[in-house]
């Protein structure tokens, strides 16, 4: 089973200023995926980013990017600019390449402050 | 907009009625996924539909029953529910699974839920 770790419950980041979220995991396999998916109040899940193990640059999607360090193990997102409707939790996530199962990790709960 | 849909958003019942959760999607997705989850934790996966069949039951009690009509639909049935089994419901959908990455993005789509109450 993969296991995935977010250290952090809960982080406060003041508007247009940047907040980085770490998350490791633990697996075997070489090829799989990586997820940061973001759930509002609103509680629809939305996904953020992806990133597939076999690219080794880092995905980045407007205020989003992440740290994917592979040997590590590790896949931390930053939101840069934050705004208020950042203001959500995040669950960083694992899929095996030919998988059904996304592995979750506990999710960081996020406030921006205005 | 979402494309997975959900209804009812919020659903009310006793232990004793009988009611069903509703999932749409038009992605042409052939798999679809029926998830649990309670206040400030991640979702907990219950049952995968891979190309209509039930591929993976995460062993659900009996009292929820899935159903795949068409590969467009997905229904939880719920009787004689308890009330710990109050939570969100999420339904999600994706690409089947290939063992070749660039066939495949990987994510699934997830619906707003389905809010459950049982009294």
Redesign the interface.
Known sequence: AQTVTQSQPEMSVQEAETVTLSCTYDTSES?Y?L?W?KQPP??????VI?Q?A?KQQNATENRFSVNFQKAAKSFSLKISDSQLGDTA?Y?CAF?K??????S????T?VTVRA | D?EVTQTPKHLVMGMTNKKSLKCEQHMGHR?M?WYKQKA????E?MF?Y?YEKL??NESVPSRFSPECPNSSLLNLHLHALQPEDSA?Y?C?S?QI???V?SKR?????????S?LTVL
């Not at chain 1, 609103?42 to 996904?47: D, E, F, G, V």
């Not at chain 2, 400030?40 to 979702?43: D, E, G, I, L």
Request: aromatic share 18%; no cysteine.
């Open positions: 090829n995926y997820f998916y609103s509680r629809q899940m939305i996904l992806r597939e076999y939790m669950f899929m390449l030919n998988d059904y199962k996304l979750f990790g506990a999710g709960t | 979402t798999a996924y400030k934790k991640p979702p996966l995968v891979s591929s993976i969100l999420l999600a994706s699974p290939d063992r990455a993005t990987g994510e699934l789509f997830f619906g707003e839920g809010r």
